[in-house]
Every structure is written in structure tokens, then in C-alpha cells.
């Protein structure tokens, strides 16, 4: 008890490749997990299992203790599920406010889930909250790449979601634009208080800013633990032998 | 409140006084510019059916013409067989009916909405087109709905040409009203969160099934309603209601006035009708093959059509063209 995302043995099969193998992970509230691996290691399966884009063939997920996998994607996303994409996927004919209202007209029951008038104001606040205050009225698929990841990080945070999975939000990013995004990321947990799953490549900011690291490679969990034990894990620096570490 | 900020609308303003105008023309007592405007007012009313399905939730309805159709012959069918138990013409005025031509439109998308909205893309195009087809030859074939010959009304109801132009003229302001108010509430919302991109509207809470459905069955009904009118002012009704004319015609207005805005298919209709007029002068058998040539160079130069365009190239138009 106790954790707010639970999966036991999940396990992802496309034809004969296993994508995700017999993963089990618990995330406790207001915990910020880095999610790690190789290209191909099953990161963003294993969001797409998560928020149910796909379901397992195996094993078990719960969210606030409440089975979750089984249930369509919209309905894991009311329990309080959000996500953002690895490629992102704004909604390109909608202007900013407009992408962030329909994350919160259709948030959490309880929490979001406003009238689109009240979104408006809501979607405003997180634009003040993003630094995206001057691109309100602008068309999404006009902003630039760091504008785009920051629009879709808003449109999850106005649904009020409890756990939020950010599909390398950095990735592509200015090193000023990531100093932004981490001190971001660090204000959601600190002043909203939610929970993160974040998938990065940048390996130092995400050993510095998780409280945990989990390690994917060939779609199984080889490590779970503290930024500095799993730096020093020779499992690890094997699995991203060739791939510059740290 | 609500009112108020719908008065501070320009668009909304601009259509209610054009309604208003266009339900003088009667008073003219012109036969031939009533008929002019009963065929507008038609088109218009489908196209606005036709906006909610493919401006709204992008999925491209080709055999919208089928609500058109089934609304037509459910007035045919109900005059035709409450004039024959009573042995004579209608007592009441048939166009009282017209409602029920709608409802049926609605009942026929509701059944066949889940298993084809399921379809995305090119294929939900042709399923929907397929549907039409069959539905058509359904009519054709079966002797209860005339078939080849149609149901011919006129033993059972006079010619009126006035009611069915108010009759049109009423369902196209409420399929305007309609359009607007759905484009404000949180359908509206799920709907263009849809048409943007399906999949994560899905991840961001939107059950879009059954929003694809909902939009399907309101459209439906308009659609519906108009051809239900439009067997009457005819008083007669046969499988060409499912023709493909009219299936291009729709798509034709819907895309010079603007898809998926509130004042596209009103606009649309207009200019419609006007390039129309100036071809059939010209080239009078020929003109759908210019609206082929027409709907090519829309989609490909100037994709949202005349709204879409003036917002687009004049700043500021955004929030007075909608
Ligand atoms: N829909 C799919 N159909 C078939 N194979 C898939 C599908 N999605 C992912 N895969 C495969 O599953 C494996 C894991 O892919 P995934 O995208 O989860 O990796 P990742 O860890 O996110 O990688 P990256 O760091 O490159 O984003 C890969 O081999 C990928 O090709
Ligand atoms: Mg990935």
C-alpha cells in the first residue's frame, strides 16, 4: 500500500518481439522517477501500457490501488493520468489556450473538469505558471519546439492529474530551455505536488533532479535505486556500453 | 450572461438579422425567387449538418445524403399512409412531419454510428458512401417505398411552397444556433480535441467514441429535417434523394465558406449558388465537373475556405469571424 502506481510482472508483446518484459515498479506519491534505458529499451511502451494506450498481455497495473489496466484510455486519463509525447503532439489547429482548456475541461473528476469558461481562467494561470503568458491566442503548430513541449507539459497540468509522465521533455531543448524545464519540473512536485515518471537521455540532469532511477534494457527492469548507486551499477554501464554515460 | 456575451458576438448578430431578412422574401410573392431560395436554404441547412460531422470531428461524411434521403421518405411514407387510412388529403398540415424526418435520420445514424466511426481516414469516406449506396438501393428495390417510381404525394397533400421555405429557414437558424452553442461547450471541445488528433484526446480524458457519436446523431437530425421538407415541397420523393448531386453540392458550400466555422455554411451556400448561376449560364450540363475542378483547387490553395482565408490573412478577424 501506500503507492500510487503499481505494476506487477507487465509484460508488452508486438508479434515476436517483447517490448516490455515481466516489469514490476512502484511509485510512491510525490516521488520523481527517472525512467532510463537504451533506445528501444521499452520506455515509451511502457507509458503507452500505463495511460492504456496499449494493454498488457500480462501482469497487472493499479493506480491509487484501483486495477487500471483493462480500462480505455480516457478512462485511465479521469482517474488522473497525464501524459507527454516523445514526438510531440500538440493540437496543431488550436491556439495555446485552446490545448490548454481542453486539458482542463476534461480533468480529473473533483479536481478539473471545468466549465469552458472557467477553463479559460485555469488555462491562463498555467500559462503565467509555464512562462507561455504571450503565446495564449497563438496557433500550437506555430510555436517553436521548446514552446510545444512546454504547451503539452500545461495541457496535462491543467487536468490537475496525480501522476504525470513526461516522455523525454527535454529532449531537442537549448541548454537554457532545460534549465527552465528542470527548475519547472522541480516547482510541479514541490508546488503542486504531484508525482513524476520522467523518461530522459540527458543523463545529468535526469540523475539530479529523480529521486530514483529505474533502468530498462531490452524491455526488463535491470535497476531500481538512488541516482548515485545505479551511476555506479555495472549492469548499467554495460547495458549503455557504447553510449556515453555520464 | 451567457446572452449578453453571445450579443457582444459579431457573427452570431450579423446572422440572426440575415435570417431576419431572408424571412421577408415571401412577401414578394415571387414564385420563382421563393423556389430560388427554398434550393439555398436547403442546401445550407445540409451543409451546416454536413459541417458538424466533418469540420468538428474531421471525420469526412461522403454519404451524408443518406440523412437527407431517409428523412424525405419517412414524410413520403407517413403521408402517404395516413392519407391512404383516411382516404384523402391531410387534415393538418404535413409539414408537421418534418420533425419525425429528422428523428428517423437520427435513430438510423445512432444504429449505424459505432461499428462506422470506428473506421478513421479514406475508409470511414467510403464506408459512408457505401452505406448511402445501399440504403438507395434498398429504395429502389423494394415495392412499400415505390420503388424506381418513388412516392408520388400529391393526392394526399397540396403544393405549398411558403411553409417549406419557413420550414427550412427555421432549421437552418437552429442548425446555425446549434453549431455555435456546440462549439462553446465541452463537446465542442472533445470534438476539435478529435479532429486534431484522436489518439491523444483519448489520453487526455475524452471519450471520444461517444462524442464521435453524439455529433453524428445531432447531424443526422438537420439533415434529416431538410429532406423531410424538401419531399414535401416536392411532393414527391424517389431514390434520387440519395443522388450524388447534392452529396457534392454540400461538400462544394461547406468548403468555399469555411469548414468547421459557424458561418462557412451560410456563407458557403451563397457563394455557392452564385458560381453556380454564372456557370449554368455557360456551361449548363457541366457544372458539377467545374465544382470537381473547384473543390481541387479549395483543398489544395485555399483550405479553409473564405472564413478560413480572412482570419488567416486579416489579424484581429479571429474573434469576429467564427
Ligand atoms: N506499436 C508498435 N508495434 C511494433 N513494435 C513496437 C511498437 N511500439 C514499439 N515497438 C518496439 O518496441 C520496442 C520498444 O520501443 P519503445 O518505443 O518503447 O522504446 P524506447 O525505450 O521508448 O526507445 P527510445 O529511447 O528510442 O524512445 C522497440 O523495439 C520498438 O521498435
Ligand atoms: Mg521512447
Given at each position: 500500500m501506500g503507492a500510487i502506481l503499481e505494476l506487477q510482472g507487465v509484460t508488452k508483446?508486438?508479434?515476436?518481439?517483447?517490448?516490455?518484459?515481466?516489469?514490476?515498479?512502484?511509485?510512491?506519491?510525490?516521488?520523481?522517477?527517472?525512467?532510463?534505458?537504451?533506445?528501444?529499451?521499452?520506455?515509451?511502451?511502457?507509458?503507452?501500457?500505463?495511460?492504456?494506450?496499449?494493454?498488457p498481455d500480462d501482469g497487472r497495473i493499479r493506480f491509487n490501488g484501483e486495477r487500471t489496466d483493462g480500462l480505455s484510455a480516457y478512462q485511465i486519463a479521469r482517474r488522473g493520468i497525464r501524459r507527454t509525447y516523445q514526438v510531440v503532439r500538440p493540437f496543431p489547429e488550436m491556439t495555446v489556450l485552446e490545448n490548454l482548456m481542453v486539458g482542463a475541461i476534461f480533468g480529473t473528476p473533483g479536481q478539473g473538469r471545468l466549465l469552458p469558461v472557467e477553463a479559460a481562467a485555469q488555462a491562463?494561470?498555467?500559462?503565467?505558471?509555464?512562462?507561455?503568458?504571450?503565446?495564449?491566442?497563438?496557433?500550437?503548430?506555430?510555436?517553436?519546439?521548446?514552446?510545444?513541449?512546454?504547451?503539452?507539459?500545461?495541457?496535462?497540468?491543467?487536468?490537475?492529474?496525480?501522476?504525470?509522465?513526461?516522455?523525454?521533455?527535454?529532449?531537442?531543448?537549448?541548454?537554457?530551455?532545460?534549465?527552465?524545464?528542470?527548475?519547472?519540473?522541480?516547482?510541479?512536485?514541490?508546488?503542486?505536488?504531484?508525482?513524476?515518471?520522467?523518461?530522459?537521455?540527458?543523463?545529468r540532469t535526469i540523475m539530479?533532479?529523480?529521486?530514483?532511477?529505474?533502468?530498462?534494457?531490452?524491455?526488463?527492469?535491470?535497476?531500481?535505486?538512488?541516482?548515485?548507486?545505479?551511476?555506479?551499477?555495472?549492469?548499467?554501464?554495460?547495458a549503455y556500453l557504447g553510449e556515453a554515460m555520464l | 450572461m451567457t446572452l449578453l456575451a453571445l450579443c457582444a458576438r459579431p457573427t452570431p448578430i450579423a446572422l440572426l438579422l440575415a435570417f431576419a431578412v431572408m424571412a421577408l422574401i415571401p412577401l414578394a410573392r415571387n414564385p420563382e425567387l421563393n423556389g430560388y431560395f427554398l434550393t439555398l436554404l436547403d442546401l445550407m441547412l445540409l451543409t451546416y449538418s454536413l459541417n458538424m460531422v466533418v469540420g468538428f470531428s474531421g471525420?469526412?461524411?461522403?454519404g451524408h445524403i443518406v440523412f437527407w434521403g431517409l428523412g424525405g421518405y419517412t414524410a413520403g411514407m407517413l403521408v402517404t399512409t395516413i392519407g391512404r387510412a383516411i382516404a384523402g388529403e391531410l387534415t393538418f398540415s404535413p409539414y408537421l412531419l418534418v420533425p419525425l424526418g429528422g428523428l428517423v435520420a437520427s435513430a438510423f445514424a445512432a444504429v449505424i454510428a459505432y461499428p462506422i466511426l470506428r473506421i478513421r481516414g479514406a475508409y470511414f469516406a467510403i464506408a459512408t458512401f457505401s452505406v448511402n449506396l445501399a440504403v438507395q438501393t434498398i429504395f429502389f428495390n423494394v415495392p412499400v417505398f415505390g420503388g424506381a417510381e418513388g412516392l408520388p404525394l400529391k393526392r394526399?397533400?397540396?403544393?405549398?411552397?411558403?411553409?417549406?421555405?419557413?420550414?427550412?429557414?427555421?432549421?437552418?437558424?437552429?442548425?446555425?444556433?446549434?453549431?455555435?452553442?456546440?462549439?462553446?461547450?465541452?463537446?465542442?471541445?472533445?470534438?476539435?480535441?478529435?479532429?486534431?488528433?484522436?489518439?491523444?484526446?483519448?489520453?487526455?480524458?475524452?471519450?471520444?467514441?461517444?462524442?464521435?457519436?453524439?455529433?453524428?446523431?445531432?447531424?443526422?437530425?438537420?439533415?434529416?429535417?431538410?429532406?423531410?421538407?424538401?419531399?414535401?415541397?416536392?411532393?414527391?420523393?424517389?431514390?434520387?434523394?440519395?443522388?450524388?448531386?447534392?452529396?457534392?453540392?454540400?461538400?462544394?458550400?461547406?468548403l468555399l465558406?469555411?469548414?468547421?466555422?459557424?458561418?462557412?455554411?451560410?456563407?458557403?451556400?451563397?457563394?455557392?449558388?452564385?458560381?453556380k448561376d454564372l456557370l449554368i449560364i455557360r456551361f449548363p450540363h457541366l457544372h458539377l465537373v467545374f465544382f470537381g475542378g473547384i473543390i481541387m483547387i479549395i483543398v489544395l490553395f485555399v483550405p479553409g475556405g473564405l472564413v478560413g482565408a480572412l482570419r488567416q490573412h486579416v489579424p484581429g478577424l479571429r474573434r469576429i469571424l467564427e
Open positions: 508483446r508486438f508479434g515476436g518481439l517483447t517490448a516490455v518484459r515481466d516489469v514490476s515498479l512502484a511509485v510512491a506519491p510525490r516521488e520523481i522517477v527517472g525512467l532510463i534505458g537504451p533506445n528501444g529499451a521499452g520506455k515509451t511502451t511502457l507509458f503507452n501500457l500505463i495511460t492504456g494506450v496499449y494493454r491562463r494561470r498555467t500559462l503565467e505558471f509555464l512562462g507561455l503568458g504571450g503565446r495564449a491566442e497563438t496557433l500550437s503548430k506555430h510555436l517553436n519546439l521548446g514552446e510545444k513541449k512546454r504547451l503539452e507539459l500545461g495541457r496535462a497540468l491543467t487536468a490537475d492529474p496525480a501522476l504525470l509522465l513526461l516522455d523525454e521533455a527535454l529532449a531537442g531543448l537549448t541548454p537554457s530551455e532545460i534549465d527552465h524545464a528542470v527548475d519547472l519540473i522541480s516547482r510541479i512536485r514541490r508546488e503542486l505536488g504531484k508525482t513524476l515518471i520522467i523518461v530522459e537521455h540527458v543523463m539530479k533532479i529523480s529521486d530514483r532511477i529505474v533502468v530498462l534494457h531490452h524491455g526488463e527492469k535491470i535497476a531500481d535505486g538512488p541516482p548515485d548507486v545505479i551511476a555506479r551499477d555495472p549492469q548499467v554501464v554495460e | 471525420y469526412l461524411s461522403f394526399f397533400m397540396s403544393y405549398q411552397i411558403v411553409p417549406a421555405f419557413y420550414w427550412l429557414l427555421a432549421f437552418g437558424l437552429l442548425a446555425f444556433l446549434s453549431s455555435y452553442l456546440i462549439l462553446r461547450i465541452k463537446l465542442g471541445y472533445g470534438l476539435l480535441a478529435i479532429l486534431n488528433d484522436e489518439d491523444v484526446a483519448q489520453t487526455m480524458g475524452v471519450n471520444t467514441t461517444l462524442y464521435k457519436i453524439l455529433i453524428y446523431i445531432i447531424a443526422a437530425f438537420f439533415a434529416g429535417a431538410g429532406g423531410a421538407v424538401w419531399a414535401l415541397a416536392q411532393v414527391f420523393v424517389d431514390p434520387e434523394n440519395f443522388g450524388i448531386t447534392r452529396s457534392i453540392e454540400m461538400f462544394v458550400a461547406m465558406g469555411g469548414v468547421g466555422t459557424t458561418l462557412g455554411p451560410f456563407i458557403g451556400a451563397f457563394i455557392y449558388f452564385a458560381i
